[in-house]
């Protein structure tokens, strides 16, 4: 076991973790897909070098841009990193467990995109009021979703608390729960119409017609859009751990020592790799929804969710 102030830093560690590597999983999912797709792949690392050149890019602005609009990048940076702290990644005994609750991720969530939405009117373009009214019409949807798939899990344990959650269903061992498939299927669901992907938007083309989150960031450039993109990577990987971490949680480290955390991360990389290839699979299968049909994707998702809470109430406590 480690002491008070190790245990700090291995939770400083796990956040930067988080911060580090989520281009790698999106360079790993780009390969794969190229690859699926009897494309050449491009380097697993791609998505550091497009970091980099944006870095490095002189940032352009409107000649009537507010503060909102270049304050937003780093607010929706910054909201996305503190939300990274709240997941457990490798261990769930480091000292961020007691703010681990699923209610402040979603509220984090939720900041991140009311900022994006007001920056993205604050131009006065076509496209940033278009994009911003279509990504809060579909977190009206998913939030929902993503709440009712993980209540599902809270009733389990009876808390909100993240880590608290999957150290429960770890000592319960191996149990066959339809309320955990109906609530996994709902946040996987949810998931890629959080991060923008295919069925219901292409992070890789920029349609009018079609695109919702590349919309609100087309005036945006250099560092600014780096720390954007760079956002929304760390964000895919949360979703990628919480799914991988709460419905398959064997493997996280529960008691802080060495050879745990080791193993822990050993087990997450192997866990998001998976999940990735998953991504991918569905997203070479499935075509892009019309953006009307995406209501109907979300219903649907939050049905799963609904249906998982139901079969909770109905199968284990009745």
């Excluded at 946040?187 to 695109?211: F, K, Q, S």
């Excluded at 919702?212 to 993109?229: F, K, P, T, W």
Aim: net charge neutral; charged share 10%; aromatic share 10%.
């Amino acid at each position: 076991m480690f002491d008070n102030s190790v245990t700090w830093i291995l939770a400083l560690v796990q956040n930067l973790i988080f911060i580090f590597f989520a281009p790698l999983l999106i360079g790993w999912i780009k390969m794969n897909k190229c690859i699926l797709q009897n494309r050449l792949p491009p380097s697993p690392l791609q998505p550091y070098y497009d970091l980099r050149k944006l870095f490095l890019k002189q940032v352009v602005i409107a000649e009537h841009a507010s503060w909102l609009f270049r304050a937003t990048p780093y607010i929706v940076f910054g909201t996305v990193v503190l939300s990274a702290g709240v997941v457990p990644l490798i261990a769930t005994s480091l000292p961020t467990a007691a703010i681990a609750d699923v209610i402040v991720l979603v509220g984090f969530f939720a900041l991140s995109r009311f900022f994006l939405a007001l920056a993205a009117m604050d131009i006065g373009t076509a496209f940033g009021g278009m994009g911003a009214s279509r990504e809060m019409t579909l977190s009206s949807l998913t939030e929902p979703a993503m709440l009712m798939a993980i209540f599902t899990l809270s009733m389990t344990a009876a808390t909100t608390n993240l880590s608290t959650t999957i150290e429960l269903i770890l000592n319960q061992g191996v149990i066959l729960r339809p309320s955990f498939i109906f609530a996994a299927l709902g946040l996987m669901m949810v998931a890629v119409a959080e991060t923008g992907r295919i069925p219901i938007d292409n992070p890789a083309t920029h349609l009018e017609l079609t695109m919702v989150h590349e919309a609100m960031i087309l005036e945006y450039s250099g560092r600014h859009l780096a720390l954007i993109e760079w956002a929304s990577q760390i964000k895919l990987m949360i979703y990628g751990v919480l799914i991988a971490n709460l419905f398959l949680p064997w493997g996280i480290a529960t008691e802080l020592t060495f050879s745990g955390f080791l193993i822990g991360a050993l087990v997450i990389v192997l866990k998001l790799s998976a999940l990735g290839s998953l991504l991918v699979f569905s997203e070479t299968l499935l075509a892009k929804l019309r953006l009307f049909r995406a209501p109907d994707y979300l219903s649907f998702a939050f049905l799963l969710s609904l249906l998982g809470m139901l079969s909770h109430v109905i199968v284990e406590v009745g």
